[in-house]
Every structure is written in structure tokens, then in C-alpha cells.
């Protein structure tokens, strides 16, 4: 496995710990092609959706949590004791799924529906958080006058 070198970036860049700490965590995990199953897509120009496939489920067998930069989905079959199986093909098992997100994004919904739960997210970017235009001053030994509100002498 090849391993990436953030230290170039980490030169440059300002306040960035905790992205650079989420990229060098990613880089070292394997894989997890386990259930369950999910897509994860952009809906809008600050709106995305999670989709897992979670059949069987029942609501009361699901949970949802929403930590700081952090979302937790789980799932815990109830026992069941009647029957008996020939085969087994749905997934019965305990699952729980972590999906990182930046501290500007919400949880605002979540769903389900013929076997599928969908979480629906929005990017709210705070008023302190948007871009700014920041004036230039000039210091070249002339003051600019100010206009003092008032009555102005004759």
C-alpha cells in the first residue's frame, strides 16, 4: 500500500489539522466492503444523500446518531425464534457505519423505504464562515480627509 506524504500541504496551510488527520486515518484503513451496502451523492449545490440498503430492517431495528463532525448509522435485528431455515441469504447480522462530516454539515432528515434508508444532509455555512471582501489601505505619506458627520463650518 502506498503511503501519502501530507507534510508539503501541511507547510501551506493554516487550520487544517483535523482534515489532514482524516486523510492520513483513511489512508490506513482497509477497505470495508461489508454490509451495508450505500451510495453517497450530491443533491444540490450544499444538499447530499445517503442511501444504505438495509433489508429487512425496521425502523425500530435502526438508529441514527449525529455527532460533531461525525454520523453514525446502526442496525440491530431483533431475535427471532420461529422457523427454521432452510437458507439464509438476508442479512441478519448487527451493523453500524461511520460517515465523517465537516462542521458545516447537517443532518437534516432520513427515511425508509422499501428496504432503503435515506439521509438526507445540507452544508449551512455560517454568516461568520463566508467569503469577505477585505478593503486595502494606502499609506503614502497623504491622509485622506474623512467627512465627519455634523454640521460642517463655514
Known sequence: MTMLDFAP?????????????????????????????YDIEKAGENDFRITLAVPGFTVDELSLESRPNLLLVSGQKAERKNGEYF????????????????????????????????????????EAMQPRRIEIETHRGVQTPQQIEGQQAA
Open 87 to 126: 437458507h439464509r441469504g438476508l442479512p441478519a447480522a448487527s451493523f453500524e457505519q461511520r460517515f465523517s462530516l465537516a462542521p458545516t454539515v447537517k443532518v437534516v432528515g432520513a427515511s425508509l423505504e422499501n428496504g432503503l434508508l435515506v439521509i438526507d444532509l445540507k452544508r449551512e455555512v455560517p
Open 9 to 37: 500541504l501541511a507547510r501551506s496551510s493554516i487550520g487544517f489539522d483535523r482534515l489532514f488527520h482524516v486523510l492520513d486515518q483513511a489512508s490506513r484503513l482497509e477497505p470495508n466492503n461489508s454490509f451495508p451496502s
